[in-house]
């Protein structure tokens, strides 16, 4: 969605834990275990379905709406689908089935990763990542609820250390949920968020141009 002033929201699902406005949110954690490094039985261009020989553990359809990509051949690597469904498995294989076919045929060993929607579930930015940062909601979502997350252009948002207007700011890796200048000393890489629109103490909540889209 689209409003008239150009501020972008995606239509998002609340994890196990109420959003609050003004806090910046998190894709679901990643799940290298169930969802990366899946080896299958080779697709063949044309095939809407494709079969790992992993085992994974998943309810069903739980990565409906996300993506499947083959990370690993020796040819044709790269190709992405759409899941539109999936049986459940329990330390078993799983057929994803696809919304459009595969393209090319891959070879080699061929392995895939399988991405859940990252609206689908999304929790507070945590200090530590543990995915990516994706939007902000502008009111309370109750826990496992849907609403609209704010993803580009003025935004209100938890501020931590402060910030200037006119400096990029990134997901703090000190406060859930907030946002930092960018050279805040810290040694590790921060993932952008947008650009300071005014300025803001720590713990208040300043403008920010959201570049999350």
Same mark, same amino acid.
């Given at each position: 969605m689209v409003t008239d002033d150009g501020r972008s929201f995606r239509y998002a699902k609340a994890g196990a834990t109420a959003l609050i406005p003004g806090q910046l949110q998190q894709a679901p954690a990643e799940d290298t275990t169930n969802f990366q490094g899946?080896? $299958?039985t080779t697709p063949s261009a044309g095939d809407i379905s494709i079969t790992t020989t992993s085992? $994974?553990?998943?309810?069903?359809d739980q990565l409906a709406g996300g993506l499947l990509i083959i990370a690993d051949a020796t040819t044709?690597?790269?190709q992405v689908f759409r899941i539109s469904g999936h049986n459940a498995a329990t330390a078993a294989v799983v057929t994803f089935e696809l919304d459009d076919p595969v393209v090319y045929t891959p070879t080699g060993t061929v392995k895939v990763d399988a991405h859940p929607n990252p609206y689908n579930g999304v929790i507070v930015n945590?200090?530590?990542l543990t995915s990516a940062p994706i939007g902000v909601p502008l009111i309370k979502i109750t826990a496992e609820y849907y609403g609209w997350l704010q993803v580009r252009g003025a935004c209100p948002v938890l501020s931590d250390g402060g910030?200037?207007?006119g400096l990029d700011l990134v997901a703090s890796d000190g406060t859930a949920g907030a946002a930092e200048v960018i050279a805040d000393g810290a040694a590790e890489l921060l993932p952008k968020i947008g650009t300071a629109l005014?300025?803001?103490a720590t713990t208040e909540y300043g403008l920010v141009?959201?570049?999350l889209s």
């Open positions: 899946l080896t $299958v085992t $994974v553990t998943l309810t069903k044709n690597a790269g945590p200090t530590t910030s200037t207007i005014a300025g803001a141009d959201l570049k």
